[in-house]
C-alpha cells in the first residue's frame, strides 16, 4: 500500500482539530466577557475615582459577598484581605442592608490585623449601590477613642493622687484647731500643712505642664538652643534639694553642643531628670550628667547611685503618676508625673529617651536628640 496518501489526511485532520480548539477557546472567551458585562453592569461609572479620592475607606461587594472595589484607605486598614471582607461584623452589616433594602450606620471594634491584640474603632454606613452591589463606607474614629481613654484615664488619676494631699490638709486643719493651746504642736502641725500645700502646688503645675506638652505635636516654634545653657539652668535648679542631702552633681561630655527646639521645655525636661535622680539617690552619693554627640544625635544622660528600677518596671517609669517606691516618693513629695513630662518633651522635639537601670546599682536616663547642622564656614562659603 502506498503510504503517501496519508500525509494528506493527517493535515486535514490536524487543521479541523486547530479550527474546533481555536472555536471553543473563542467562545469561552465571548462567554466570559458577557459574565463579566453582567457582574459589572450594576456598579455605576465613576465608582473607583470615587473611592479612591475619599478619605473614608470605600468597599464595593457583589450579591456573593466577594470585592469588587476597594478604596486605598480600606486596604491600608486591613478591612480587605484575599479579595473578601476581613472582618465578619461587616459582613453582617452587609446582610443588613440586604435584608432591609435602607442604608444602616452602625460604630463597630475589629482587630487590626491578623496578630496582636490592637484594635480599629469604626463608624460604619453601608448602602445599596446598583440593584446588586452593597457598598460600605468606613471612618477610623481609633485615634479619637484613644485620647477620650487617656483623658478619662487622666482625671480618674488625678483625682485618685489628689487625694491623698488634699485629705492631708484637711486633717492638719483639723489638729491646729484643737491644739491651739499648744505652741509646739501648733508649730508642727503648721510645718506638715506647709508641705503637703507644697505638694499639692507642685501637683497641679505638673499637671499644667504634662496637659500642654501632651497637646504639643511638636515645638510650634523651634529656635537654636545651647545644650550647656540647658544643663545650667537645670542645675541651678537642682543645687539647693542636691545639698541638703550631701549629693554631687559632676557635669561632663562635649561642650558647645545645639539643637533646634524650645530651651525652657527642654530645661523643664533635663531637670525632672536631675531631681528625679537626687530624689532616688542615697545621702553623700553623686548625680553625673553628661553630653556627647554622634552620628548626628546629641545624646544627654543624668546618671545615679540610687536604688535602681526592677527590670520587670523598667517599662512603666514613663506613665503618669507610676512610682517605683510610693512609700518614698510620699515621703520626699514626688508627683509620678516628671519621666512622663521629660518623655513628651522629647517626642515633641523628635528624639527618644532610653533607660537603664540595675536593682540596687543605680539608674540612668538618656535622651537623645537631632543635633543642629552646624552653620558653613566661611571659607567653605568661598569655596
Same mark, same amino acid.
Given at each position: 500500500?502506498?503510504?503517501t496518501? =496519508? *500525509? ?5 485532520v490536524?487543521?479541523? +482539530?486547530? !479550527?474546533l #480548539?481555536v472555536? /471553543? ?12 458585562a ?9 465608582v473607583?475615582?470615587v ?8 468597599i ?18 486591613? =478591612? *480587605? ?6 472582618h465578619?461584623? +461587616?459582613? !453582617?452589616? #452587609?446582610?443588613? /442592608? ?16 491578623p496578630f ?10 453601608g ?10 463606607l ?5 485615634e ?7 483623658r ?10 489628689l ?15 484643737s491644739?491651739?493651746?499648744d505652741?509646739?504642736?501648733?508649730r508642727?502641725?503648721a510645718?506638715?500643712l506647709?508641705?503637703?500645700?507644697d ?8 499637671i ?20 550647656d545653657a540647658?544643663?545650667?539652668?537645670a ?23 545645639k ?20 530624689q ?8 553625673g550628667?553628661g ?16 536604688v ?6 523598667l517599662?512603666?517609669?514613663?506613665e503618669?503618676f ?8 510620699r515621703?520626699t ?33 538618656t ?17
Amino acid at each position: 500500500m502506498d503510504p503517501t496518501w =496519508l *500525509v494528506p489526511v493527517s493535515l486535514a485532520v490536524g487543521i479541523m +482539530l486547530g !479550527a474546533l #480548539v481555536v472555536i /471553543v477557546v473563542v467562545v469561552a472567551a465571548q462567554r466570559g466577557e458577557r459574565a463579566a458585562a453582567v457582574a459589572t453592569s450594576g456598579v455605576p461609572d465613576g465608582v473607583n475615582q470615587v473611592l479612591e479620592a475619599l478619605e473614608s475607606a470605600g468597599i464595593v461587594v457583589d450579591p456573593s459577598n466577594n470585592v469588587v472595589r476597594a478604596s486605598p484607605g480600606a486596604m491600608a486598614l486591613g =478591612l *480587605v484581605r484575599g479579595g473578601a471582607v476581613a472582618h465578619a461584623p +461587616l459582613l !453582617a452589616l #452587609v446582610d443588613r /442592608v440586604r435584608d432591609s433594602d435602607e442604608p444602616v450606620t452602625e460604630d463597630l471594634t475589629v482587630q487590626r490585623g491578623p496578630f496582636g491584640d490592637a484594635s480599629l474603632h469604626l463608624s460604619v454606613r453601608g448602602a445599596r449601590l446598583g440593584s446588586r452591589y452593597v457598598l460600605l463606607l468606613a471612618d477610623d474614629h481609633t485615634e479619637a477613642k484613644r485620647l477620650e481613654e487617656v483623658r478619662r484615664d487622666f482625671v480618674a488619676n488625678i483625682s485618685h493622687e489628689l487625694k491623698t494631699p488634699i485629705g492631708a490638709v484637711g486633717l492638719l486643719a483639723e489638729a491646729l484647731e484643737s491644739a491651739s493651746e499648744d505652741v509646739t504642736q501648733v508649730r508642727r502641725f503648721a510645718a506638715r500643712l506647709r508641705v503637703e500645700s507644697d505638694r499639692l502646688a507642685q501637683m497641679t503645675q505638673e499637671i499644667i505642664e504634662l496637659s500642654r506638652v501632651q497637646a504639643m505635636d511638636m515645638v510650634e516654634k523651634a529656635d537654636l538652643v545651647s545644650i550647656d545653657a540647658v544643663v545650667a539652668r537645670a542645675l541651678d535648679g537642682n543645687r539647693v534639694p542636691a545639698e541638703a542631702d550631701g549629693i554631687r552633681l559632676i557635669t561632663g561630655g562635649t561642650p558647645g553642643l545645639k539643637v533646634y527646639g524650645d530651651e525652657n521645655l527642654l530645661t523643664t525636661a533635663v531637670h525632672n531628670l536631675i531631681a528625679n535622680a537626687i530624689q532616688y539617690s542615697p545621702k553623700g552619693s553623686h548625680v553625673g550628667i553628661g553630653v556627647r554627640s554622634t552620628d548626628g544625635v546629641v545624646e544627654l544622660s543624668v546618671t545615679d547611685q540610687g536604688v535602681g528600677i526592677p527590670e520587670e518596671e523598667l517599662g512603666r517609669v514613663f506613665e503618669r503618676f507610676f512610682r517605683v517606691d510610693p512609700a518614698r516618693s510620699r515621703h520626699t513629695g514626688g508627683t509620678g508625673l516628671g519621666l512622663s513630662i521629660v518623655k513628651h518633651v522629647v517626642q515633641n522635639h523628635g528624639g527618644d529617651i532610653r533607660v537603664w537601670s540595675q536593682k540596687g546599682h543605680g539608674s540612668t536616663f538618656t535622651i537623645r536628640l537631632p543635633s543642629a547642622p552646624e552653620a558653613p564656614t566661611a571659607q567653605g562659603a568661598r569655596s
